[in-house]
């Protein structure tokens, strides 16, 4: 994704000449590699915003490791970012300042999940629920008339076990969810009637949930 813009940069940083920002978002797990009051923690997988260089794997890139080079934990609401270091083209993009690298925390990634979801039938996987999250702040910034992508790697019923389970929905083996319960999952309202429906169905009530709102309004 990043690598066909690399050299799209202008001195004037201006985007009518042909300067591309590019922004890569990590995982701020519970809180972000700081709590609110600034007191670091672990409970992240951050690693280009808070790590330190390192070498792991054979690799010299930055890591989130102890002062004598033992590799940390890591936390993420995401199984594909809840890892302690990062590929060394990113650890690059970093040093030379091509890219600028920020953070979503689980929270924030559930909610972009969710919104994106019902506002365009998609559902993402939280990977780049992550990078969606911060995609609608930094849109906040800009002008209507400029363009903003952002890749949205793999798909988000693979997570929907764990989407459950952040949600407070408790889950079964087999049969798994009511559709009551399916509701509750997304945003606490009551199904109307229930069956028995599975889990796939979690995933379908996330992505028809966008049409659904827009046909009520
Ligand atoms: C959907 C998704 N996105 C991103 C990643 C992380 O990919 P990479 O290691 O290439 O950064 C994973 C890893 O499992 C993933 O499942």
Known sequence: MFSAFLNDTHPSLDAAKGHVKIVGVEAGGEHGPWLPDGTETDKHAATLTNGVVGVLHGSRTYLLQTPDGQIKETHSISAGLDYPGVGPQHAQLKSIGRVEYKYATDSQALEAQRFCSRAEGILPALEPSHALHQVMEIAKTMRKDQIVLVNLCGRGDKDMLHVAKY???????????????????????????????????????????????????
Do not use: Q
């Open 167 to 217: 949600r407070g929905v408790t889950i079964d083996t087999d049969v798994i969810l009511t559709k009551d319960e399916g509701y509750k999952a997304m945003d606490g309202s009551k199904a109307k009637g229930s069956s028995g429906v599975s889990l796939v169905y979690l995933a379908a009530a996330f992505a028809c949930g966008a049409l659904v709102a827009m046909k009520l309004r």
